[in-house]
């Protein structure tokens, strides 16, 4: 299926449609478009949603209880700018009943490399196809944006996700390093993908 951003022809016309009953979404289409300023909250909110899902037997349940929404938010606010595009950027995944799935993507320390820095999606939308089509359309962005590859950190732990970029053609590179998180001292590692 194409991908196409909904009101984004400098993306090279790409949206992301899901049609009705495609994918395990029973009754409502999904569109894939850029995040604006006023997206901050509904960001935070998914964040919060899908680290609480995602991370329940990996951190303290004590930690996830106590993620807010609003401070997270404000963590993505700044990728949310228009100016930053392509160079760096947020897309947002909506249903009919509203955003169910964030990327957000900005240069790396190493010169032509993105980094994707965060992919998260509602858990009720887990295994529908929103993420790979999330997926394909940021990789898109980041190519516009100029990028000759890409990479992102993932948990060690963090299976699901680690199968998820796999499947999309990420590898992991080798590098590993130490993440304190809620006291904890978990692994990420690097994965990397080549955009040429």
């Given amino acids: 299926m194409p991908v196409e951003l909904v009101g984004e022809a400098s993306i090279g016309g790409l949206v992301n449609q899901l049609s009705p009953g495609q994918d395990g979404l029973q009754d409502e289409a999904v569109q894939i478009r850029r995040a604006r300023p006023g997206d901050a909250a509904v960001t935070g909110g998914i964040y919060v949603r899908a680290w ?8 303290p ?19 949310l700018h228009p100016t930053r595009w ?17 990327a957000a993507f900005h240069s790396a320390d190493a010169p ?9 999606a509602l858990p ?5 196809g929103v993420g790979r089509r999330l997926m394909t359309a940021t990789v898109q962005a ?15 732990a963090n ?4 199968r998820f970029y796999e499947a999309a053609c990420w590898r992991w590179d080798g590098t590993t390093v ?14 990397r993908c080549s955009l040429s």
């Fill in 86 to 102: 392509p160079v760096a950027g947020v897309l947002l995944a909506e249903a009919d009943h509203g955003a169910v799935a964030f």
């Fill in 52 to 59: 609480q899902r995602a991370f329940a037997d990996i951190l």
């Fill in 142 to 156: 980041i190519q516009q944006g100029g990028y000759q590859s890409a990479m992102l950190w993932v948990l060690e």
């Fill in 159 to 162: 299976t699901r996700a680690r």
């Fill in 124 to 128: 009720e939308v887990w295994g529908t």
């Fill in 178 to 191: 130490d993440d304190v998180t809620a006291g904890i001292t978990l692994p990420k590692l690097r994965y």
């Fill in 61 to 79: 349940r004590s930690y996830l209880d106590y993620m807010d929404a609003g401070a997270e938010a404000s963590a993505w606010e700044p990728l």
């Fill in 112 to 120: 032509a490399v993105a980094e994707l820095a965060t992919l998260y």
